[in-house]
């Protein structure tokens, strides 16, 4: 049983697989706060559903779609997150999770493709950072920093530098943060500009992918569903 936020059918908006029309699955519930968070509407609202019935949402709602993503909130929380991923993965998908570096990766399924989170000073969650699963990567996965500030963009770069991120995933991901509201549950951020983050990575030729949030640019930056 997984208590599952909502399914739905769009493009994929971050990572080496932006772009592509991609099944999303997002499970309710997280044991973070960062301060950027723009998914708050999945720390509590779900609806329970089986595993079984997940697989149908997925196929009714993305139309065969071969790609799916598992998402949150933070997805690897709930244990029957892996049979999930491992029926997906029979089934023929190529399946992502976004998770946020906090929880164990290494359960997941070998097919699984880990897009995860190394939390910045910014985010109020740096310290929930679960080093371990660096030696887990591999070079299938990619790793993400949102970056709130120069000072997070130091650390990240010293983190990249320290464990030769480059070198053992598919792609290191680097965006700015979104200006956020502070809420009863989050800090709020005043979000990076792009093109500072872009200006600070040049200048030092750090070997990482600048994103954007290819979605927000499609629809309204507040939009579910999407
Ligand atoms: S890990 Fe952070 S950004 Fe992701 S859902 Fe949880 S609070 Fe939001």
Known sequence: ?????????????????????????RLTGCH??????????AFYEGKKWEVNAVLAEVERVGGGCRLVEVT??????????????????????TVLVETDGACDISKCDA???????????GSGEAERNRWENIEALTKRDEVKFVVCSREDYDWSREVIVK??????????????????????????????????????????HLPVRL???????IWDPFARGV
């Not at 994103?211 to 640019?217: A, D, E």
Request: aromatic content about 6%; glycine content about 6%.
């Open 163 to 204: 464990h030769r991120l480059h070198t053992r995933v598919n792609a290191v991901l680097m965006g700015a943060a979104a200006p956020m509201a502070a809420t009863s549950e989050i800090a709020g951020a005043q979000g990076l500009p792009m093109r500072e983050l872009a200006e600070w990575v040049l200048a030092d």
């Open 72 to 93: 949150g909130g933070e997805p690897l929380l709930q244990p029957d997150v892996y049979e999930l991923m491992r029926r997906l993965c029979d089934a023929g998908k």
């Open 211 to 217: 994103q954007t949030q290819l979605h927000k640019l």
């Open 32 to 41: 973070l706060r960062c301060a950027y968070c723009d998914t708050e509407y």
């Open 1 to 25: 049983m997984l208590l599952i936020n909502e399914i739905f059918h769009s493009i994929q908006g971050e990572s080496t697989w932006a772009g592509l029309p991609c099944a999303f699955v």
């Open 111 to 121: 097919r699984v493709i880990r897009i995860m989170d190394i939390k910045t000073p």
